[in-house]
């Protein structure tokens, strides 16, 4: 209890910048700029109770200390990361404001036609546009028409394929269905040399995929089935179903079905399969409904690895996500596959809704959705999404992190946020303003920053004589009290040249302590500093004791 009650107080302290009270709104809005969502599943509990706070406030509904934690108690670690900016994107409102621009950007693009061979799809309207995306740590972000239904169509195929690796295993699914791109539309009667579709993104292939998954079950036990998993891929948001597009596409798909008795010819479904049952199957997999914010989550859960972010559950083992991927990188994009991996080098996969499902590995999940398509199928607006995402961003497989520096990488925080936290260290340890100190280390900065002369914020307050300020550095920060400016000096000497008599004694025992107890674990971390996270900053009462 004592443990948690230090990092509520911490993150109290961060948030209300030294003020006594916040209001619920004021710690939402706060929360929204880290990228969560008041609707997030890991954050029900916290939100329960402040609506219920807002529900029974006569007006604003504040919060001091004591209420605080009783609100954020059960969430503490998730917030802590959260406002330590230590999510995957750190600068989450920058990083959204520059989507936001690509998003209009793409806005403008008027070429491209709805698709109205399945009669159900070409009553969407044309201007209809919308962008979600969803990090690996659940940070969420949506523009346009984002809560509008679709269906996933061709979307579903990776998800299908997934599934089957899941439960079957890549060498039985590959029994059936082969790896390589086909350099054919997607709906074309054709196989490869050993008589197999060429990849489980094309028609034939996922028609085949669709008659491995559940066999023996019922029609209604195989889609309920299909249904759950989706529903865990997208977190529990909006999964639907509709009927008039899964009718259309029964009573149009002639092409389909010409696949299906080709397949059938070739003997390319295994002993027992009803092709018919398995065509049926597809064409409900394809009219299963989402929306651009649901997409995105199932998007991200395939970029983490098959853990879906927002609920912490794993749904796809290691080796279904890593063969999915590899499979829409090069088939994803119809007869368009190959100039994708070139342009944009990320896994994706289209529908003739208009839908794109991009995956950024380990990094996000994307659903970009506009009804109008290009020639080959895709949608116009979500191509020229996707080709500005990564001429911004360094997210194509293959840019080089290290040495190239003309697009953003949203995983660092910019050179002037550094300089800002320098001002601001030594700012409050001037001034011994331990508040400030708190609020710092627990928003991860490093709290052995050096200015242009190399003195650390523990040669200032230790020089000031600032007592408590140089037990927080030492006992909860844990600061090396070895370093020298670029005149030679420790903490310890300038606190002698100054005569703070208080501040030598601590730090002559906090020396010795950290040279037998501390040394050894600062040398292992990366280039000898060290940034003070959510576990170290439980302890802060024990630390705080320790001088």
């Not at 009783?70 to 989450?92: C, E, H, K, M």
């Not at 023996?216 to 597009?245: H, L, P």
């Not at 999940?365 to 911004?392: A, H, T």
């Amino acid at each position: 209890k004592g443990t948690l009650t230090g990092l509520e107080d911490l993150l109290f302290y961060t948030i209300t910048q030294g003020e006594e009270k916040i209001s619920v709104a004021r710690f939402i809005s706060a929360l929204k700029s880290t990228g969560l969502m008041t609707s997030d599943p890991r954050l029900r509990d916290c939100m329960h109770k402040l609506h219920q706070a807002v529900y029974e406030s006569a007006g604003t509904a504040m919060m001091d200390q004591e209420l605080f934690r009783t609100y954020v108690g059960s969430n503490i670690v998730l917030l802590t990361q959260a406002f330590q900016r230590r999510f995957i994107i750190p600068d989450f409102m920058t990083f959204t404001s520059n989507i936001d621009q690509l998003y209009y950007n793409a806005q403008t693009m008027q070429e491209g036609k709805v698709a109205d061979y399945i009669p159900q799809l070409a009553k969407f309207s044309p201007d209809l546009w919308g962008v979600s995306l969803c990090t690996v740590d659940g940070q969420r972000h949506s523009v346009g028409d984002t809560q509008v239904p679709f269906c996933l169509q061709s979307c579903v195929k990776p998800l299908e394929y997934a599934l089957a690796i899941n439960e079957l295993g890549t060498k039985n699914v590959h029994k059936y269905v082969g790896k390589e791109p086909s350099g054919l539309k997607f709906n074309k009667l054709s196989l490869n040399e050993d008589d197999q579709p060429h990849n489980p993104m094309v028609n034939a292939g996922a028609i085949v995929i669709s008659s491995l998954l559940k066999p023996g079950f019922k029609k209604a036990e195989k889609f309920d089935y299909m249904m759950d998993y989706v529903k865990r891929m997208a977190g529990g948001e909006y999964v639907g179903f509709s009927n008039a597009t899964f009718q259309s596409e029964k009573e149009t798909g002639y092409r389909n079905f010409a696949i299906g008795y080709y397949l059938k010819e070739k003997k390319c479904f295994p002993s027992g399969a009803d092709m018919i049952a398995a065509l049926d199957f597809y064409f409900q997999l394809c009219s299963i409904e989402v929306t651009c914010e649901s997409g995105s989550v199932m998007a991200a859960t395939l970029a983490n690895g098959g853990i879906c972010p927002i609920t912490g559950e794993r749904v796809l083992s290691a080796e279904a996500v890593r063969n999915t991927l590899s499979l829409m990188h090069s088939c994803g994009m119809y007869d368009f596959s190959g100039q994708f991996a070139f342009h944009v080098g990320l896994p994706a996969k289209s529908g003739i809704s208009g839908a794109v499902l991009l995956v950024v590995p380990n990094i996000m999940g994307v659903m970009c959705w506009s009804p109008p398509l290009d020639r080959v199928g895709n949608s116009v607006r979500g191509i020229q999404f996707c080709q500005e995402l990564v001429s911004v961003f360094n997210f194509h497989n293959y840019d080089n992190l290290r040495h190239f520096a003309k697009k953003l990488d949203p995983r660092r925080q910019a050179g002037h946020e550094r300089n800002k936290s320098v001002i601001e260290l030594m700012f409050a340890a001037y001034s011994g303003d331990v508040s400030a100190l708190r609020r710092l280390a627990l928003s991860a900065v490093d709290m052995e920053l050096r200015d242009y002369d190399s003195r650390s914020a523990l040669h200032v307050t230790a020089a000031e004589g600032h007592l408590e300020a140089v037990k927080f550095l030492t006992g909860t920060c844990r600061v090396n009290p070895h370093v020298k400016d670029r005149w030679g000096n420790t903490p310890l000497d300038d606190a002698m040249q100054f005569g703070q008599e208080s501040v030598i004694e601590v730090l002559k025992e906090y020396q010795s302590i950290y040279s037998h107890t501390l040394m050894p674990q600062i040398n292992s971390q990366a280039n000898g500093g060290y940034a003070l996270d959510a576990d170290d900053l439980k302890n802060m009462e024990t630390l705080e004791g320790f001088v």
